[in-house]
């Protein structure tokens, strides 16, 4: 972190703004899965077309919501924690228990994440990967490219909440 505290508090709230952005722009891929879902069991059953390449879009719009806004599921405390202990605990002490989960935990994932993602991805670009399906979507290798991107918005916006965290122990 910075000296400065205030060019820390910059930085934490642009990648706050940068998760609430990137989350509320992959919100709308959910209205899209929903429509191209009745496109296909439209065109599947009405008109007997299949079109294997729409049915992967929808994986792989899923597979973009889920990595994309899991910095902004974060950021606003829609991730999965046990609050069995967190809902009683004091500010000082919830600040402990989140900076304790992300050095200790968060921060080794998303290390290990773009540790062993990179090689695989490297690998996917390597042989312009596409889908094992005839008429499936081509460029597999960007979709897979996003895994480490994952990894760093994650471990960026866990940062930001380590800050905060701080700040709470501090008693701020």
Same mark, same amino acid.
């Given at each position: 972190?910075?000296?400065d505290?205030g060019h820390?508090?910059?930085? !934490?709230?642009?990648?706050?703004?940068?998760? =609430? $952005?990137? *989350?509320r722009?992959?919100?709308? #891929?959910? %209205?899209?899965m929903? /429509?191209?879902?009745?496109?296909?069991?439209?065109?599947?059953?009405?008109?007997?077309?299949?079109?294997?390449?729409?049915?992967?879009?929808?994986?792989?719009?899923?597979?973009?919501?889920?990595?994309?806004?899991?910095?902004?599921?974060?950021?606003?405390?829609?991730?999965?924690?046990v609050?069995?202990f967190?809902?009683?605990? !004091?500010?000082?002490?919830?600040?402990?228990? =989140? $900076?304790l *989960?992300i050095l200790?935990?968060? #921060?080794? %994932?998303?290390?290990? /994440?773009?540790?062993?993602?990179?090689?695989?991805?490297?690998?996917s670009?390597?042989?312009?990967?596409?889908?094992?399906?005839?008429?499936?979507?081509?460029?597999?290798?960007?979709?897979?490219a996003?895994?480490?991107?994952?990894?760093?918005?994650?471990a960026?916006?866990?940062?930001a909440?380590l800050?905060?965290?701080?700040?709470?122990?501090?008693?701020?």
């Amino acid at each position: 972190m910075s000296a400065d505290p205030g060019h820390a508090a910059s930085k !934490t709230g642009l990648i706050d703004r940068c998760s =609430d $952005a990137l *989350g509320r722009a992959i919100a709308w #891929l959910t %209205l899209a899965m929903v /429509i191209v879902t009745l496109l296909v069991v439209v065109l599947r059953y009405a008109f007997g077309i299949g079109a294997i390449w729409l049915q992967e879009s929808i994986t792989w719009m899923h597979a973009l919501v889920f990595m994309l806004g899991a910095s902004y599921a974060l950021r606003h405390g829609d991730h999965v924690r046990v609050d069995v202990f967190y809902r009683r605990a !004091t500010a000082s002490q919830r600040g402990w228990i =989140d $900076a304790l *989960g992300i050095l200790l935990l968060l #921060l080794p %994932l998303c290390a290990y /994440i773009l540790y062993t993602s990179v090689p695989y991805v490297a690998a996917s670009f390597a042989v312009r990967e596409a889908s094992r399906e005839a008429n499936g979507l081509l460029a597999l290798f960007l979709l897979k490219a996003v895994i480490p991107l994952l990894a760093v918005l994650l471990a960026l916006q866990a940062l930001a909440d380590l800050r905060r965290a701080v700040q709470l122990i501090r008693g701020r």
